[in-house]
T-cell receptor, first 109, second 112 residues
Framework: EDQVTQSPEALRLQEGESSSLNCSYT??????LFWYRQDPGKGPEFLFT???AGEEKEKERLKATLTKKESFLHITAPKPEDSATYLC??????????FGAGTTVTVRA | DTEVTQTPKHLVMGMTNKKSLKCEQH?????MYWYKQKAKKPPELMFV???????INESVPSRFSPECPNSSLLNLHLHALQPEDSALYLC???????????FGDGTRLSIL
C-alpha cells in the first residue's frame, strides 16, 4: 500500500531561520512527487513536481529535492508570509494523488 | 487568486435537503476532480472526470452524485447527507490525467 509520511508535524521558525521539511514515501511505481502549500480556509496551491531521483526545483525561497525514498522542501531565510501547511503527495497512477498529513510551518517576525 | 472557481464558498444544509456544489475552470483542462478534506487532514479523492466522462469513483456513497455538463464545469449534487459529511469539498483540474492538479478554494459544507 502506498504511504506518504511527512515530518515534522509542525515547525516554528524565526524569520530568516532556514530549515527543511521531509517527505518519505513508499509507492509502487512513482509517477511524480508533488509539493503543495495550503493556507487556512484555502485550497492547496501547486508548488513543484519532481519525477526522478536527483531532480531539484526552486521557487523564491523554496527548493525541493528528490531521492529514491524521500523528498525535502528547503525553506531559505523564511518570511512570515511563508507560514502555511506544506503538503507532499505522490502519484501512484495517472489520476490519484496520495497526500501526506502535512507540515504546518509558522514563521515569527 | 485561483483559476478554479468554486461556489458557494460556504453551505449549511439539513440532512433532508438537496443542494449542489459548482466548480468552473477556463484553462482548457480536460480532467477534473472532487476531493473531500476534513479538518487537520489531507484531501481525499472522491471522483475523477476525464474528457467529461466519469473515470473514477473512489467508493463514494450514492448521496454524492457528480456531474460534468461540459469541459469547463463540474457539479457535485448532494442529497440526504449525514453530519459526518461536513468538510471542505475541493475541486481540482489538470490538463489531462497525468498532469499537475490545480485546486480551487473549496466549499465549506456543514450538515445540521
Amino acid at each position: 500500500e502506498d504511504q506518504v509520511t511527512q515530518s515534522p508535524e509542525a515547525l516554528r521558525l524565526q524569520e530568516g531561520e532556514s530549515s527543511s521539511l521531509n517527505c518519505s514515501y513508499t509507492v509502487s511505481g512513482l509517477r511524480g512527487l508533488f509539493w503543495y502549500r495550503q493556507d487556512p480556509g484555502k485550497g492547496p496551491e501547486f508548488l513543484f513536481t519532481l519525477y526522478s531521483a536527483g531532480e531539484e526545483k526552486e521557487k523564491e525561497r523554496l527548493k525541493a529535492t528528490l531521492t529514491k525514498k524521500e523528498s525535502f522542501l528547503h525553506i531559505t531565510a523564511p518570511k512570515p508570509e511563508d507560514s502555511a501547511t506544506y503538503l507532499c503527495a505522490v502519484r501512484p497512477n495517472d489520476y490519484k494523488l496520495s497526500f501526506g498529513a502535512g507540515t504546518t510551518v509558522t514563521v515569527r517576525a | 487568486d485561483t483559476e478554479v472557481t468554486q461556489t458557494p464558498k460556504h453551505l449549511v444544509m439539513g440532512m433532508t435537503n438537496k443542494k449542489s456544489l459548482k466548480c468552473e475552470q477556463h484553462m482548457g483542462h480536460r480532467a477534473m476532480y472532487w476531493y473531500k478534506q476534513k479538518a487537520k487532514k489531507p484531501p481525499e479523492l472522491m471522483f475523477v472526470y476525464s474528457y467529461e466522462k466519469l473515470s473514477i469513483n473512489e467508493s463514494v456513497p450514492s448521496r454524492f452524485s457528480p456531474e460534468c455538463p461540459n469541459s469547463s464545469l463540474l457539479n457535485l449534487h448532494l442529497h440526504a447527507l449525514q453530519p459526518e459529511d461536513s468538510a471542505l469539498y475541493l475541486c481540482a483540474s489538470s490538463q489531462v490525467l497525468n498532469q499537475p492538479q490545480h485546486f480551487g478554494d473549496g466549499t465549506r459544507l456543514s450538515i445540521l
